[in-house]
């Protein structure tokens, strides 16, 4: 059984920064793809960043420049750091496993999710 336990959300000001990790109980990331995505209140779930198993990295335009994704060296967490943040950003932020090495913008592509944390931008 694969559990993704997500952290680091909280509330800050335009243009913060802020760092969120993803860490991965019973399967590593070197093998899999993982990615973000995200949900705004009444808003459908979106993709936000993605990583495969060696290391490709994609994004959405709308955080393209503004976030980056990595993995840890032993593979087991994932880490977002989202620089210049918008109150558009804000939402609960996932991190989901892909069910291979790649990655996709397709939610219907990731197989296990966390739960999620929340990421508040407002002055």
């Known amino acids: 059984q694969v559990q993704l336990v997500e952290s680091g959300g909280g509330l800050v000001q335009p243009g913060d920064s802020l760092r969120l990790s993803c860490a991965a109980s019973?399967?590593?990331?070197?093998?899999?793809?993982a990615g973000w995505f995200r949900q705004a209140p009444g808003k459908e779930r979106e993709f936000v960043a993605a990583?495969?198993?060696?290391?490709?990295?994609y994004y959405a335009d709308s955080v393209k420049g503004r976030f980056t994704i990595s993995k840890d060296n032993a593979e087991i967490a994932v880490y977002m750091q989202m620089n210049s943040l918008k109150p558009e950003d804000t939402a609960v932020y996932y991190c989901?496993?892909?069910?291979?090495?790649?990655?996709?913008?397709?939610?219907?592509?990731?197989?296990?999710w966390g739960r999620g944390t929340q990421v508040t931008v407002s002055s």
């Open positions: 989901a496993v892909h069910y291979s090495g790649s990655y996709s913008t397709s939610i219907r592509d990731y197989i296990y």
């Open positions: 019973g399967r590593t990331f070197s093998r899999y793809g």
């Open positions: 990583i495969s198993w060696n290391g490709g990295a």
